[in-house]
């Protein structure tokens, strides 16, 4: 099983920038897929992004809604994965997830009952 621990979250104005990070601790970080999902309230959860197990040369995915804006990224070696949101929007606003899927299957990349490992959440508040 692998702990993740997400950070980077917090106030923004629309238009602005942030980073978050997923801090994983466990033995198949490295062999998993990533993917970063969020909630917005009264919604479900929905997929953002996905990173296959790769490394830096691993293939990516991304919701309509944040293709050409967000940017998915891992470092194995550090265990650790990241999101870059650029242009970001107040329907951005969520909480947002980290999660892994192991063993990977890349068909389930926007299924979040593929990936069974999660972290807390970091809350992402855009303003208008």
């Known amino acids: 099983q692998v702990q993740l621990v997400e950070s980077g979250g917090g106030l923004v104005q629309a238009g602005g920038s942030l980073r978050l990070s997923c801090a994983a601790s466990g033995r198949t970080f490295s062999n998993s897929h990533m993917g970063w999902f969020r909630q917005a309230p009264g919604k479900e959860r929905e997929f953002a992004a996905g990173i296959s197990s790769g490394g830096s040369a691993g293939a990516t995915y991304y919701a309509e809604s944040v293709k050409g804006r967000f940017t998915i990224s891992r470092d194995n070696a550090k265990s650790t994965g990241y999101l870059q949101m650029n242009s970001l929007k107040p329907e951005d606003t969520a909480v947002y997830y980290c999660?892994?899927?192991?063993?990977?299957?890349?068909?389930?990349?926007?299924?979040?009952?593929?990936?069974?490992?999660w972290g807390q959440g970091t809350q992402v508040t855009v303003s208008s």
């Open positions: 999660a892994v899927q192991y063993p990977p299957r890349w068909r389930d990349i926007l299924d979040p009952g593929s990936f069974g490992s």
